[in-house]
C-alpha cells in the first residue's frame, strides 16, 4: 500500500517536471549594448540558446536602467531600403539559437533612467509567454563598437 501511494504522488508529480519554466530552457551570452551618445535609443544584442524540446517565446523586455525597452527588428527590402519595426514576440525553436544582432532582431532601448558609460554592465530581463522571466547581465559597449 505504501508503494503504491508512492507511486501515485511521483505520478501527480510527473506534468510539473516535464512542463519546465520557458525561461529554464533559454542560455543566454554574449550580451551587450550599444550606448549611443547624448539621449539617442541604444541596442540590445544577445544570443539566446533554447536547451529544451519545445519552442519559447519572448514577449518583451524591461530594464531598471531604461524607461523603455522594445523587441525590435531591422530589415533591408530587395530595393535596399532600410527598415525597423517593433516585434510582438520572439520564437526559439526548440534546441535551436537566435542571435540579437546588428541589422536584425535587436532590443531597442531608451531613455536611460541614470547615466552609463562603457564598461558599465546593467540588468534587462526577459519575459516569456509563459510568464517567467530571465534575468540577463548586459555589458555597455562604445557606440563605434560592431559586436
Known amino acids: 500500500m505504501k508503494r503504491h501511494a508512492l507511486l501515485l504522488a511521483w505520478l501527480a508529480l510527473l506534468p510539473l517536471a516535464v512542463h519546465a519554466a520557458q525561461s529554464d530552457q533559454v ?3 554574449q550580451a551587450w ?24 517565446t519572448v514577449v518583451s523586455a524591461q530594464s531598471t536602467s531604461y524607461a523603455s525597452v ?16 517593433m516585434l510582438d514576440r520572439l520564437t526559439i525553436p526548440a534546441r535551436d539559437k ?17 547615466p552609463l558609460k562603457p564598461g558599465d554592465t546593467i540588468e534587462v530581463t ?22
Open 27 to 29: 542560455k543566454a551570452s
Open 33 to 56: 549594448i550599444r550606448l549611443l551618445p547624448v539621449n539617442l535609443p541604444a541596442g540590445g544584442y544577445v544570443t539566446l540558446e533554447n536547451h529544451g524540446a519545445s519552442p519559447v
Open 70 to 85: 522594445m523587441l525590435h527588428e531591422s530589415s533591408t527590402d530587395h530595393a535596399g531600403n532600410s527598415g525597423m519595426h
Open 98 to 114: 537566435v542571435a540579437l544582432a546588428p541589422a536584425g532582431y535587436h532590443l531597442m532601448l531608451q531613455q536611460a533612467t541614470h
Open 126 to 147: 526577459l519575459n516569456f509567454a509563459d510568464g517567467s522571466h530571465l534575468a540577463v547581465p548586459f555589458l555597455i559597449r562604445p557606440a563605434n563598437t560592431d559586436n
